[in-house]
């Protein structure tokens, strides 16, 4: 069974900083794209950032400079770096992996994790 935990989400203050972290586990036989999405009360969810195996990178236009994503393979772990935060970051941040697992290639999600952007 598959599972992608997200941690690091919490509240902090404008201009202040955040490490999102999401690994994936299980029964996995290789990882595509991952990324992290975000969804605002009452908005839909939104793409942040992705990247691909191999390294490539795309961001929403409202977080280009701000947000890094990164991952390690290895660990099969996805971040997202998160500085210069504003109260319009506020959301529940969701990551996503397109990988092979013994059902066959398929998106996965996490359960989420609450960004609180607010003094």
């Known amino acids: 069974q598959v599972q992608l935990v997200e941690s690091g989400g919490g509240l902090v203050q404008p201009g202040g900083s955040l490490r999102l972290s999401c690994a994936a586990s299980?029964?996995?036989?290789?990882?595509?794209?991952m990324g992290w999405y975000r969804q605002a009360p009452g908005k839909q969810r939104d793409l942040v950032a992705t990247?691909?195996?191999?390294?490539?990178?795309n961001y929403a236009d409202s977080v280009k400079g701000r947000f890094t994503i990164s991952r390690d393979n290895a660990k099969r772990t996805v971040y997202l770096q998160m500085n210069n935060l504003k109260p319009e970051d506020t959301a529940v941040y969701y990551c996503n992996a397109d990988l092979i697992a013994t059902m066959g290639r398929t998106d996965y999600w996490g359960q989420g994790t609450q960004v609180t952007v607010s003094s």
């Open positions: 990247i691909t195996n191999r390294g490539g990178t």
């Open positions: 299980g029964s996995i036989y290789g990882i595509y794209a």
